[in-house]
């Protein structure tokens, strides 16, 4: 879910990010809240992510982009008494569910780049030297 649209000016937060996430075994949310300058996380227990939810629609956020694995849903509550609900059949892969997600480079580590090697920053089998690590990223 994503709540975006902020009803006053003065929530500090621009949007929050809400997905699941299986942490030590353990279903829950994580919140992420988006600031203008920095992200910051909030893991919420499974039971309370539907209060989560409802709470943050009625007073903070008047749009809420829902993806499920069928369809993704468009909330539009700027009037909450009378919301407007759009629908439309799914648009992206399953969700992964781990805390610690692999990063998706665009160049992978672990596979030769010639320009990377001619530049010294890897190695011809398709390891980066870990000073020049930064670079890399």
């Known amino acids: 879910m994503v709540f975006s649209d902020r009803r006053r ?15 030590k ?5 994580q919140a992420e ?3 203008d ?3 910051t996380h909030r893991n919420i227990p499974y039971y309370e992510g539907v209060d989560f939810a409802l709470e ?3 007073d903070t956020f008047k749009q809420v982009n829902i993806f499920t694995e069928d369809e993704d849903i468009q909330v539009l509550a700027s009037k909450a008494d009378r919301p ?3 629908r439309k059949p799914a648009s992206r892969p399953e969700a ?8 998706r480079y665009l160049l ?3 596979q030769p780049c010639d320009f990377l090697i001619e530049l010294g920053v890897m190695s011809p089998e398709g390891r980066i030297y870990k000073s020049h690590y930064a670079k890399f990223r």
């Open 33 to 35: 809240y988006h600031y």
């Open 9 to 23: 000016k003065s929530t500090e937060y621009r949007k929050i990010t809400l997905r699941p996430v299986s942490i």
């Open 84 to 86: 407007a609900v759009r």
């Open 108 to 110: 992978r580590d672990g």
């Open 56 to 58: 943050t629609v009625r």
């Open 96 to 103: 992964d569910l781990s805390h610690d997600r692999k990063k």
């Open 37 to 39: 300058k920095k992200v």
């Open 25 to 29: 075994g353990e279903y829950m949310y």
